[in-house]
């Protein structure tokens, strides 16, 4: 059959995995060649400036084209002027994920007041600063006074009492910019002012994890002697643009910033996307950047974010929270009639316990059964729908016995622990009115009396008006071990990725006033600004500033950790390089470190490029330093199993085949002042390359000064570029949030009569090319293609070839699913003829050469029809 390759015009959309990022159609950014050619570099017939980017440290500007020329037609445009160097695809961001634990309620009384939270942590007990050693720094008086750190988020609610309470010279929060204002969502054009204030909460917890002040609940930011400055990026909701991020990366810069969160970012992997090449620039101009790894743990390996990905940049993993705090509301409850005593539960959802003056009822007396409420409740249960029913937890799912006892008639359901402490949980059970959980101790008290024939009686109020406390119990599965969403690296350069990281699972921190005060999130967004907090303490010590030695002291001194999977079974060996980084931070450690190593990690890249590397180790001490060396290996992580696309976390192969590692030194004595290269060979493990294992390990520095550092190592078995990159290619609908495949691969789509202009108001459905990329590409080129069939009529009869979309090297596509969507229109503003057509995708290899044929993968899509009405 013969085929005729068309071109596709307009490119609407990438989405890659959990964190979507988004080609903006038409429109770019542009980097000048020097700043006096401002005014004539964009005089270009068609191309409408958006956005100023006019730093020190960046020239350009933000372009949208008036017309629907393919992304690569529009970027040669664009080069073409000679005062223009470099132009990048303008994309969308995500806005921040974290997971929430629990927000504060809102209550009448205000969460500020003595009655509604009393929780000390005295003498810095809080648990995520003991992880980090913050807690030592901080008993020494140092608390980060100095330093300016610049928060890049969704702005911070500064009317907080534990954040300053006001705005400006003088306050906590001495300065920012909001640079898309209260509606922006990331799809419409920005309304900038100068007053950050926070409307979605995530920027707000942020900065508490920094520098919140004494407050009602006793604890502080880990540095709280700051200085912090405010740029807002998102709206109250929805996306943001890169332009808008690297204006927001610039202008921290500019205005003094030592050190820069950012607790954002999307799926990239590539060193050159342009959120990377900025923030590069910025580390080099000697401010620290610190970026969230990204929460697509599940994903597998080689989900490395933008910007955590730039040069420099200390990227951010995270770890559980030793302690869950918990928020308990008071409640009330009396035996057999006598004196009123109170209790505190965990309130759950759903969580309507206003007014209950219910008896309890328990299926067993026996407090040490581990499936309790598991099975249906027997025949000669009694009606519950007049009863709080309490059952033991354990075995089975929360669900499983909500669901029990609502077959039988109850609303209400509590239950008590089965270990120390109380969690929050939450059920979907149709006429279940209210759950919640009180302690083990508590419940098998209850159980005592019930089973002496006692009555208790449960007496509740309102759970949002009531009296609360914040708890922490410990969190003895996973504490202290890898957050089971933290994302993997390496980069599809072959980069370590993460750094190292700090506690992100379980943070208490602020939250807007307006929306609780309080919460508790999960997430690397969380574990960033722990590190930037850390950056400015150990700068204290220090001080110094430097990215560079700041990163590698820190990297130097990490504990790393065993690998333990999210149900908590712990495995013999340390956590992958890929997922850990050197380890989590322990900031005194660092602070006084007289021993500096060159470098924060030892890339090896893949097998087919693998080059020997070195290291320097330096003494600043007053003292002679003698260093023993070793290695020790942490598990290799195999990124594939018996298919192409890479396997999920849980569910990746790890294993204990480790490299074997030749160092040139492996005792160096180094005088005061003095320092020693020590050179590095790798031979990687003997397993299966195919399923392109990535291994590394640490190599052990410890001196005779009594200090014990290591350097993270890694590398990949195998050849990067043989890997098939390109899965599938399948027709979708525009209007379908899920992509989702058409219903029998092939549909009809219906256009309104050539007046499709502005794609943003298209109510139509779209045909989408939905492609399923095993691995990251540097190169995609999208075309379209006849079927035959075609309608005669008013419409284009040549339409040329098939090209690379964007077409730049600059536009590195992630892993995942990536959607272009196409309204049928051509370059030259004609429209195809009704018709069957099926989409195209070729996608280049990692390191593969674009004019060689056999380095790209070829996928076609089912057919799809278009029609006119």
Known sequence: MFWKSYLLSLLLGVVAGSQPLQVVPRAFIVEYEDASQLTSALDIPGVKKTMDLDFELFKGATVEFDNIKPAGEHIAQLLASPAIKNVWPKKRIPAPDPFIDWVAPRAPAGLESDQM????????????????????????????????????????DYTHPALGGCFGPGCLVVGGHDFVGDKYNGTNYPVPDNDPMDCAGHGTHVAGIVAAQPNKLGFTGAAPGVKLASYRVFGCSGF?????????????????????????????????????????????????????????????????????GGKGVAAIASYDNTQTPVLSVRGYYTVSGGSKQSFEYANGSP?????????IWTPSFDTNQTDQGCDPFPDNTPDLSNKVVLIRRGTCAWQTKAENAVARGAKYVMLYNNVPGKILIAVDVQNLTAIGLVTGTLGATWVRDLAAGKVVTLDMGNPY????????????????????????????????????????????????????????????SMAA?????????????????????????LAATAKPVLQADPDGTISPFLAPIAQQGAGIAQAFDAAYANTVLSDSNLA???????????????????????????????????????????????????????????????????????????????????????RLPVYG??????????????????????????????????????????????????????????NITDIKNIKDDLPVAAIDMYFGSPLLKVEILSTGNLTSGNYTANLGQ???????????????????????????????APGSYRFRVSALHIFGNASDAKQWDVAESPSFTINYR
């Open 117 to 156: 939270f009393k929780r000390s942590y005295s003498n810095d007990t809080f648990s995520p600063h003991i992880m980090t050693q913050v807690d030592k720094l901080r008993a020494k008086g140092i608390t980060g006074k100095g330093v300016k750190i610049a928060i890049i988020d969704t702005g911070i």
């Open 604 to 690: 090896f890249n893949d097998t087919v490029r693998l080059t020997d590397k070195s290291f320097t180790i330096s003494n600043t001490g007053h003292e002679a330093v003698t260093y023993e060396l070793d290695v020790i290996g942490a598990a290799t992580a195999y990124t594939f199993s018996d298919s192409k696309k890479p396997d999920p976390f849980p569910g990746l192969k790890l294993d204990n085949s480790f490299a074997t590692v030749h160092l040139s030194e492996y005792k160096v004595t180094i005088p005061a002042g003095g320092k020693s290269k020590v050179a590095v060979k790798v031979t990687p493990p003997s397993v299966d390359a195919a």
């Open 529 to 553: 600004p722990l590190t930037a907090a850390i950056y400015a303490l150990v700068s204290n010590v220090r001080k110094s500033t430097d990215p560079s030695e700041l990163r590698n002291v």
């Open 351 to 359: 969580d309507n316990w206003t007014d209950v003056n219910l008896p």
């Open 240 to 308: 943001t643009e890169n332009d808008v991020l690297i204006a927001a990366f610039l202008r921290a810069q500019q205005e003094g910033a030592n050190i820069i969160s950012a607790s954002l970012g999307a799926a990239s992997g590539w060193s050159e996307e342009v959120g990377n090449v900025v923030v590069a620039r910025i580390v080099a101009r000697g401010v620290s950047f610190i970026a969230s790894a990204g929460n697509s743990g599940d994903q597998g390996l080689f989900v490395e974010s933008t910007p955590a």
């Open 465 to 524: 008006t009531s009296p609360m406390s914040v708890e922490e119990n410990p969190n003895n599965l996973t504490g202290g071990f890898l957050s089971y969403y933290t994302s993997w690296g390496p980069s599809f350069e072959a980069n370590i990725s993460p750094t190292f990281g700090t506690p992100g699972g379980s943070i208490l921190s602020t939250w807007p006033v307006a929306l609780g005060s309080y919460a508790v999130l999960s997430g690397t």
């Open 802 to 832: 098939g090209i690379e979309l964007p077409g730049s090297s600059s536009d590195e596509s992630p892993r995942g699913l990536v959607t272009y969507t196409w309204n049928g229109q051509l370059a030259d503003k004609t429209w195809v």
């Open 697 to 754: 390990g640490y190599i052990q520095i410890n001196g005779t000064n009594g200090e014990k550092l290591s350097l993270p190592y890694q590398g990949i078995l195998g050849d990067l570029n043989a890997h098939t990159v390109l899965n599938m290619t399948y027709v979708s609908r525009s209007s379908d949030p899920d992509n989702a495949p058409v219903s029998g691969g092939n549909s009809t789509f219906l256009f309104p009569q050539f």
